[in-house]
């Protein structure tokens, strides 16, 4: 069984902070892509990224970063210089190689900052 | 903009009765999913559907159906209502094989409360 744990449930950090957003994943299968969404109140989820089990290189987006360690099963997200737009519930999702997109989610982390 | 859209927005239904949903899939997407996220939670996977035929079924009960059409577009439906099943429904849309890893778009989502 698959298994997303965001242990941090509410952020709030001043605006130009920085802050990094936990994700943990768990999955007996070697291929298996990862993802982070973001929820504003209007309820859509917005699309980060996608990585696969595969590349672990590090990606960076405008002020958006990302952590993939398989050792650690993580996959973190780092907002830089946050502003006030960021406010938001991120989600980190996981998908494995079963013939189907199912995406398992976190619980999600509500992130607020500050002005 | 994702290019998914869902109705209605918002609807209130009583315990029993039942309820369709509806979504539009961004254009050339051929698979559809739906999740249901409770209040406070991550989105819970209930089905998917590629090229019509469901491929792919979550946690939930037969009293959620669904339904694709040849335009790709989707239904939600739900019979007998229950008190639980208050929450935001969403409509995801990719343009894979039906199979992990494709890049995931949402809508809005549908929220249902029912009294």
């Known amino acids: 069984a698959q298994k997303v744990t965001q242990a941090q449930t509410e952020i709030s950090v001043v605006e130009k902070e920085d802050v990094t957003l936990d994700c943990v994943y768990e999955?007996?299968?070697?291929?298996?892509?990862l993802f982070w969404y973001k929820q504003p109140p209007s309820g859509e989820l917005v699309f980060l990224i996608r990585?696969?089990?595969?590349?672990?290189q590090n990606e960076i987006s405008g002020r958006y970063s990302w952590n993939f360690q398989k050792s650690t099963s993580s996959f973190n997200f780092t907002i830089t210089a946050s502003q006030v737009v960021d406010s938001a519930v991120y989600f980190c999702?996981?998908?494995?190689?079963?013939?189907?997109?199912?995406?398992?989610f976190g619980t999600g982390t509500r992130l607020t900052i500050i002005p | 903009e994702t290019g998914v859209t869902q109705s209605p927005t918002h609807l209130i239904k009583t315990r029993g009765q039942q309820v369709t949903l509806r979504c539009s899939s961004q254009?050339?997407?051929?698979?559809v999913s739906w999740y249901q996220q409770a209040l406070g939670q991550g989105p819970q996977f209930i089905f998917q559907y590629y090229r019509e035929e469901e491929n792919g079924r979550g946690n939930f009960p037969p009293r959620f159906s669904g339904l694709q059409f040849p335009n790709y577009s989707s239904e939600l439906n739900v019979n007998a209502l229950e008190l639980d099943d208050s929450a935001l429904y969403l409509c995801?849309?990719?343009?894979?094989?039906?199979?992990?890893?494709?890049?995931?778009?949402f809508g809005e989502g549908s929220w249902l409360t029912v009294v």
């Open positions: 990585r696969n089990s595969f590349d672990e």
């Open positions: 999702a996981l998908s494995v190689d079963f013939g189907n997109e199912k995406l398992t």
């Open positions: 254009s050339g997407h051929n698979t």
């Open positions: 999955t007996r299968d070697t291929t298996y892509y």
């Open positions: 995801a849309s990719s343009s894979g094989q039906g199979g992990p890893g494709n890049t995931i778009y």
